[in-house]
Structure formats: structure tokens, C-alpha cells
């Protein structure tokens, strides 16, 4: 059975930095593009970056442009997510997701607070 469990989050102040980790099992990570969302209380859960299987193609939502790195090692059936500059917008919990033309699976999300 596939599953994404997301971890790293946290407290941080704003100008501070996190990097957030989705560990994968149960599929074949190297076959699924992966993305991170964000949904912050009382909003609609939102992209923040994606990647394609390989790596080669990576895009970000403009909240986190500049600011955000999402990698994956492949080898480690990882995805991360570099998050330097933390606003207190950034608040939410952050989601990975594993995304194939036939299925999406998701994990349990990771709450980032981002407050002094």
C-alpha cells in the first residue's frame, strides 16, 4: 500500500528556515511526478511546487518563488522542500502528493507555524 508520511515542520520565526522531508513506500517513486501543497485554516489547500519523475522539470507557485526548492532523490524515495524566508503567511500545513495520469496519493501533512 502506497504511503507518503511528511515530516519537518515546525515553529520557525519569520526570516527562518525549514526543509521538509515526504518519505514514500509501497510505490514506485521514480514512475510519479510529486508536489507540495499547503493549506492554511480557512483556505482552499493550495500548489506550492512540483517536480517530474526525473527531476528535469520544476515549477513553483509564485507564493514560494525565490524562497522554495523542492528536490526529490530518487535513490532515497525522498521528496524535500527547501523553505528559506518563511513569512507568516507561510502558515499551513504542507502536503505531498504523488501524482501519476491514473492516481494521486497524498500524506498526512506537516504543520509549519511561522511566528515570532
Known amino acids: 500500500q502506497a504511503q507518503l508520511v511528511e515530516s519537518g515542520g515546525g515553529l520557525v520565526q519569520p526570516g ?5 522531508s515526504c518519505a514514500a513506500s509501497g ?3 521514480s514512475s510519479y511526478a510529486m508536489r507540495w501543497y499547503r493549506q ?3 483556505k482552499e489547500r493550495e500548489m506550492v511546487a512540483t517536480i517530474s519523475s ?10 514560494g ?8 532523490d530518487n535513490a532515497k524515495n525522498t521528496l ?4 528559506n524566508s518563511l513569512k ?3 502558515t499551513a500545513v504542507y502536503y505531498c ?3 501519476s495520469a491514473w492516481i494521486t496519493y497524498w500524506g498526512q501533512g506537516t504543520q509549519v507555524t511561522v511566528s515570532s
Request: hydrophobic share 35%; net charge positive.
Open 16 to 20: 527562518g528556515s525549514l526543509r521538509l
Open 27 to 29: 510505490l514506485t517513486f
Open 88 to 90: 507568516p503567511e507561510d
Open 80 to 83: 524535500y522542500l527547501q523553505m
Open 40 to 42: 492554511a485554516p480557512g
Open 65 to 72: 518563488k525565490g524562497r522554495f526548492t523542492i528536490s526529490r
Open 54 to 63: 526525473t527531476g528535469h522539470y520544476i515549477n513553483y507557485a509564485d507564493s
Open 97 to 99: 502528493s504523488a501524482v
